[in-house]
């Protein structure tokens, strides 16, 4: 029972540099997130999935673009990374129904940008 | 501006001792109220919820109370174990698909 895979786990970039975090879920679940965790403020929503095909934008999209081509599959990308991308990224996924969203997370990646 | 707020860093609790974690919100119009828990090189795990409509949840060691005229919430573990040791986050989901959480409060509970 694997949930949410994230990889890689940890990555150390240049700025300027690009890159893409993989994000899988083998639950079915038709909702996918993507946060970030910065110190002293919580995970903050990046881009958000509520099926295949389809992407939003969060409270902190700049800077990063998403891709839903498979169900299973959630990716975040960083064109040219800065500094200020330094963090660790979380991966969530939920199931559609319900009143209350139940979110199943990833280990994250922990990303350093120099 | 933070509309999840919880303002405890940290916190140390003796094993066997009860431990609350307090969480305050500024729109009353928030639906829904979860508590996560997150072990360290690990993602948040869900431990408890409760709805706008009750005032109280119940599972187990855990305990959540809404408290709807101050915006604030509690998550009371009774009685409180070493394994408890972890970062508690406090989430509001608001509708949509949209869930903010809280900065989350370390909990050390010491055998």
């Known amino acids: 029972n694997a949930g949410v895979t994230q990889t890689p786990k940890f990555r150390v970039l240049k700025t300027g540099q690009s890159m893409t975090l993989l994000c899988a879920q083998d639950m079915n679940h038709e909702y996918m997130y993507w946060y970030r965790q910065d110190p002293g403020m919580g995970l903050r929503l990046i881009h958000y999935s509520v099926g295949e095909g389809t992407t939003a934008k969060g409270e902190v999209p700049d800077g990063y673009n998403v891709s839903r081509l498979k169900k299973q599959n959630f990716l975040l990308g960083l064109e040219s990374a800065a500094p200020s991308q330094t963090s660790v990224y979380f991966c969530a996924s939920s199931y559609s129904g319900g009143l209350i969203p139940r979110y199943t997370f990833g280990s994250g990646t922990r990303l350093t940008v120099v | 501006d933070q509309q999840v707020k919880q303002n405890s860093p940290s916190l140390s609790v003796q094993e066997g001792r009860i431990s609350i974690l307090n969480c305050d919100y500024t729109?009353?119009?928030?639906?829904?109220f979860l508590w996560y828990k997150k072990y360290p090189a690990e993602g948040p795990t869900f431990l408890i919820s409760?709805?706008?409509?009750?005032d109280k949840n119940e599972d187990g060691r855990f305990t959540v109370f809404l408290n709807k005229s101050a915006k604030h919430l509690s998550l009371h573990i009774v009685p409180s174990q070493p394994g408890d040791s972890a970062v508690y986050f406090c989430a509001v989901h608001t509708g949509g698909f949209k869930t903010i959480f809280g900065a989350g409060t370390r909990l050390f509970v010491k055998a």
């Open positions: 409760i709805s706008s409509i009750k």
């Open positions: 729109n009353s119009m928030f639906d829904y």
